[in-house]
């Protein structure tokens, strides 16, 4: 049963200390996509890859966020500085480019003190 | 702006079939509408979708109205472990942008 893995799937850090948080998305998926849910703003995409090129990060606060797909089994979402605000549960997803059907991770839960 | 309207809970009891309404009065025609779901604390899952034709899988029932303006997500039998938060999205394939609401809350109750 193939699935999205995430880790760590729980992180608490302090402000200011950089985050990264690692995805391996389904064997064979071209589409990647990094969420993030809080219970203000619920659930908001941040970035996702095509074929492991980036195609919309417009989601996602250029500042100190940044995507990556250094290779088709991993995705990270790195974040520098982190910040309180920051605190949410991150979600991986993965799919085929001509379906949007996507299939999530467990999430990543961060908090930053 | 939102693309689809749902109620923001609804209650159903177990063993009976719970009918979840979701409102899209400006969908386009190339537009599918998607249905996920998210337990608490797991990852949003993928459960049907369809464009005009009502779709059956063997998670749910998906009904759209033939001027596609509203659909209907059917759990046929539902059990304890379908309380959830239910998300209905519209959204034309291949642009991998879901836009994710506020969804349903589904409480099943024994």
Redesign the interface.
């Known amino acids: 049963d193939a699935r999205v893995t995430q880790t760590p799937r729980h992180k608490v850090t302090e402000m200011g200390q950089e985050v990264t948080m690692r995805c391996q998305p389904i064997l064979g998926h071209n589409t990647v996509f990094w969420y993030r849910q809080t219970m203000m703003q619920g659930l908001e995409l941040l970035a996702y890859f095509r074929n492991r090129a980036p195609l919309d990060d417009s989601g996602m606060p250029k500042d100190r966020f940044s995507a990556e797909m250094p290779d088709a089994t991993l995705a990270t979402l790195k974040i520098q500085p982190s910040e309180p605000r920051d605190s949410a549960v991150y979600f991986c997803a993965s799919g085929w480019v001509w379906s949007d059907t996507q299939y999530f991770g467990p999430g990543t839960r961060l908090t930053v003190l | 702006d939102a693309k689809t309207t749902q109620p923001t809970s609804m209650d159903c009891a177990e063993g009976r079939a719970a009918n979840l309404p979701c409102n899209h009065s400006t969908i386009s025609g190339n537009e599918?509408v998607?249905w996920y779901r998210q337990i608490h604390s797991?990852?949003?899952?993928?459960i049907i979708?369809g464009l005009k034709n009502n779709e059956t899988n063997e998670m749910a029932s998906l009904i759209i109205t033939e001027d596609r303006k509203s659909s209907t997500l059917i759990l046929p039998h539902a059990t304890l472990r379908d309380t959830a938060v239910y998300?209905c999205?519209v959204?034309s394939?291949?642009?991998?942008?879901?836009?994710?609401?506020?969804g349903t809350t589904l409480q099943v109750k024994p």
């Open positions: 599918y998607y797991q990852g949003p899952q993928y979708h998300y999205i959204d394939s291949n642009t991998g942008k879901l836009i994710f609401g506020q």
